[in-house]
């Protein structure tokens, strides 16, 4: 069984830029979410894809979209980028369902400059 | 609005104590509690997961309690080794899908 596998591992970026992050999920899981850790504080909730459609959103602005594609992997796009952006992005895949385990990715460490 | 919180916000021990770290949440209609040890810049590893109906789990020396009335989870932790030095995190489950994070207690356990 393959865990959940995110790339690039490191990013920079120039503000203004826009960026793709991908996961790809753990077999079997048909749900992915995305997080944002900034340093010292807990990641904070991006939005979830499930069967190639959002169905839940975290307090982002709408330059933050997503895609899942057929096979469960998934992308997150930033758009218009900002300092504040920089962070740690962590993708999370489990199956539907209110009570099921999440397991997450390595992260993406992004850095805004 | 859930509010999750951690104490202590970081911690050093001897190695081979005992330790205990708390979770506090404002909000108790959850339906689970998930502990998660996180490495310095890297993803988040899964501990233990308590479903709100659970009084606690178990995975070789660490032990998580939930007590949902009250708003308060602790993970655990025998005879502390240097490699528990981490981060650890956890995370409440309410309706809908996402989960809401503590700040962490970050752990290090001294040869």
């Known amino acids: 069984e393959t865990g959940v596998t995110q790339s690039p591992t490191h990013l920079i970026k120039t503000r203004g830029q826009q960026v793709t992050l991908r996961c790809s999920s753990q077999s079997g899981h048909n749900t992915v979410s995305w997080y944002q850790q900034a340093l010292g504080q807990g990641p904070q909730f991006i939005f979830q894809?499930?069967?190639?459609?959002?169905?839940g959103r975290g307090n982002f602005p709408p330059r933050f979209s997503g895609l899942q594609f057929p096979n469960y992997s998934s992308e997150l796009n930033v758009n218009a980028l900002e300092l504040d952006d920089s962070a740690l992005y962590l993708c999370?895949?489990?199956?539907?369902?209110?009570?099921?385990?999440?397991?997450f990715g390595p992260g993406t460490r992004l850095t805004v400059t | 609005k859930q509010e999750v919180t951690q104490i202590p916000a970081a911690l050093s021990v001897p190695e081979g104590e005992n330790l205990v770290l708390n979770c506090s949440f404002t909000?108790?209609?959850?339906?689970?509690l998930q502990w998660f040890r996180q490495d310095p810049g890297k993803g988040l590893t899964s501990l233990l997961l308590?479903?709100?109906?659970?009084r606690e789990q178990t995975s070789g020396r660490l032990n998580a309690s939930l007590d949902k009335s009250s708003g308060r989870s602790t993970l655990y932790i025998a005879a502390s080794q240097p490699g528990d030095s981490a981060t650890y995190l956890c995370a409440v489950r309410e309706s809908g899908y996402a989960l809401n994070f503590g700040k962490g207690t970050s752990l290090l356990v001294t040869p």
């Open positions: 999370a895949s489990t199956t539907q369902g209110e009570r099921t385990e999440q397991y």
């Open positions: 308590i479903q709100s109906s659970q």
């Open positions: 909000d108790s209609a959850i339906y689970n």
């Open positions: 894809y499930y069967r190639e459609e959002e169905n």
